[in-house]
């Protein structure tokens, strides 16, 4: 709404003072238009002169100075700006303006907040990509939650946004050969079949229960079968038993994908030796130790890699980089990987992979969701159970769907998370999920009843000049951020920024509902209807904020 308005007059200022010889400067710098924490400072606050000042060789309030001079803005918007500390140029926006901001919100409804920043650019976000051979765990939980919540947001923001998750289901690997071993050992050992189980083993307990759900079915039917054509059928009835397990569990957690890209399709259509070949065409790569690797220095990344073993066999890097390319074949021109805090160093090698494969690397954006602690009142909690993992399921099942969503976007995905399972299930002002829900209970409660008093004030016919309480001030400012919140939490990839948001949103919202009753037998009309179109912006806003996040937006919990 406003930051626009205003980016555009301090770049015309800035052109304008250029031109009149009072700043001299090659590129305007990106800058931000922030609100003050203090009020005191204003409504908005401007940092342009702090980042001109060194390239136009003045102080930086010189700088602010000039910008002032030559800015020229909307009659109705600011009622005066200020120079204040190191250089900001702090605006105090006139009431007419945040006024009319109110009306603006119910304008437009269900839509406020949303952009065409993308312009329908097509994003595909990657995320989750758990290995079909276990439960989710926590840390999968909160990528889970940064991929769904920033998809959200990049649709809302105007992309054309599709999620998938990608399934390592070669059954070849490794990892997958243990995984199907293993389970071959618990069936046989449910059969009373004397056979230890091997020490590299998948130990989980889930192996137990998918060899019962196999004896349940098919009895006995395997002891008669050879070994090798058992192992590949147990590798593959695990693998698809552990796929409709995540499904399930993501599914609890409010996350669904549009595809689930099988990397098997990648060797079976062809697609990693078509890789290959092009980037041998392209002169890429080059033979050593009879290992065929990705000149992959050439773009950045501190080694060279294997793309296929002296062994003849194509490594995980191969099958990674036919992926991506698949990526951008299928027409995505940005692609975002959500990956966890071991895999930051497969980021320049990827990238790299992609310059060499022609495309541009910086459409490739990488988030690493650092690690989740469990604490319980701030005590750290031993989080290793059931094999080796402490499973998503349980969390859900201990703080419910929406604590969880919450909880995993409460700091930065680069931030590691301690996760407050007490905390998580308070019933007090410092649970933010609590807080949230009192403030929409309190929301939803007041309207109720307004119109069981017959009281439904039209915000278009209703003056808001009466709307001069410093906590209805405090919190039209939370209100019209919801635009800009949303673009910059889509343009920076930080969907953590609408958490922080929604709480600002219910604590400002409890502020004006304590210090500004809008229902009080002896409150003049003016005001009432005032105070109620207000608390009304403040549903609309709050309800699409939850809404972005995957929470609830209609059920909320009575306050004590």
Request: charged letters at 25%; one cysteine or more; proline letters at 5%.
């Amino acid at each position: 709404m406003i930051k626009p308005v205003l980016v555009s007059a301090f770049t015309h200022a800035a052109q304008a003072a250029k031109k009149a010889g009072r700043l001299q400067f090659e590129e305007l710098p990106a800058f931000t238009i922030e609100r003050p924490a203090n009020p005191a400072f204003g409504d908005l606050s401007v940092n342009l002169a702090m980042l001109l000042a060194g390239e136009v060789k003045l102080s930086p309030r010189h700088a602010a100075q000039a910008l002032i001079d030559h800015i020229q803005l909307p009659a109705d918007l600011a009622e005066r700006m200020e120079i204040a500390g190191p250089g900001f140029i702090n605006l105090y926006l006139k009431p007419a303006w945040l006024h009319e901001a109110v009306l603006e919100i119910h304008r437009q409804g269900d839509t406020y907040g949303r952009s065409d920043l993308g312009q329908g650019t097509p994003v595909l976000v990657e995320f989750v990509s758990a290995n079909p051979n276990g439960p989710l765990g926590i840390q999968h939980g909160r990528g889970a939650i940064l991929g769904d919540v920033l998809c959200s947001v990049l649709a809302a923001a105007g992309f054309a946004v599709s999620r998938e998750y990608y399934v390592n289901d070669t059954a070849t690997s490794t990892q997958m050969v243990r995984f199907g071993e293993s389970l071959v050992v618990r069936y046989l050992q449910q059969l009373g079949q004397p056979i230890e189980f091997p020490e590299d083993g998948y130990a989980g307990d889930y192996l137990i229960d998918f060899a019962r759900e196999i004896i349940a079915r098919d009895g006995d039917t395997y002891l008669r079968t050879p070994a090798a054509e058992r192992l590949e059928l147990f590798t593959e009835l695990g693998r698809e038993a552990v796929i409709t397990w995540q499904r399930e569990v993501l599914a609890r957690l409010g996350v669904e994908f549009d595809t689930w890209f099988r990397e098997s399709t990648l060797f079976t259509q062809g697609k990693v030796d078509e890789t290959l070949r092009q980037l041998i065409e392209r002169g890429e790569t080059f033979e050593a130790e009879g290992a065929v690797w990705l000149a992959t220095t050439r773009y950045g990344d501190n080694k060279d890699r294997p793309l296929v073993r002296s062994n003849g066999k194509p490594t995980y890097l191969a099958s990674d980089v036919a992926y991506h390319r698949d990526k951008f074949n299928r027409g995505y021109q940005i692609l975002i990987d959500i990956w966890g805090a071991d895999h930051h160093g497969y980021i320049a090698r990827t990238k790299a992979a992609m310059a060499a494969l022609g495309h541009d690397p910086d459409k490739v954006h990488v988030l690493i969701s650092q690690v989740v602690r469990l604490t319980r009142d701030g005590e750290l909690l031993a989080g290793k159970r059931k094999g080796d993992i402490a499973l998503l399921s349980e969390l859900i099942d201990q703080v419910g769907t929406d604590a969880a969503r919450l909880f995993f976007l409460l700091c930065s995905a680069d931030s590691e998370l301690d996760f407050d399972l007490e905390l998580a299930t308070r019933e007090s002002p410092d649970n933010p999920l609590y807080e949230i829900r009192s403030a929409q209970r309190r929301l939803t409660d007041l309207q109720r009843t307004a119109r069981e008093q017959g009281i439904t004030p039209d915000p278009f016919g209703t003056d808001l000049t009466p709307l001069d309480h410093e906590a209805e001030v405090a919190l039209i400012r939370v209100l019209v951020d919801l635009p800009e919140e949303l673009r910059t939490a889509a343009d920076l990839y930080q969907p953590h920024r609408l958490a922080r948001y929604a709480q600002e949103i219910a604590h400002a919202t409890h502020f004006v509902i304590d210090q500004c009753p809008a229902l009080s037998n002896d409150l003049p009309t003016p005001i009432r209807n005032a105070r109620l179109t207000l608390l009304g912006a403040a549903d609309i806003t709050l309800h699409n904020t939850l809404a972005l996040l995957g929470l609830n937006t209609t059920d909320a919990i009575t306050p004590t």
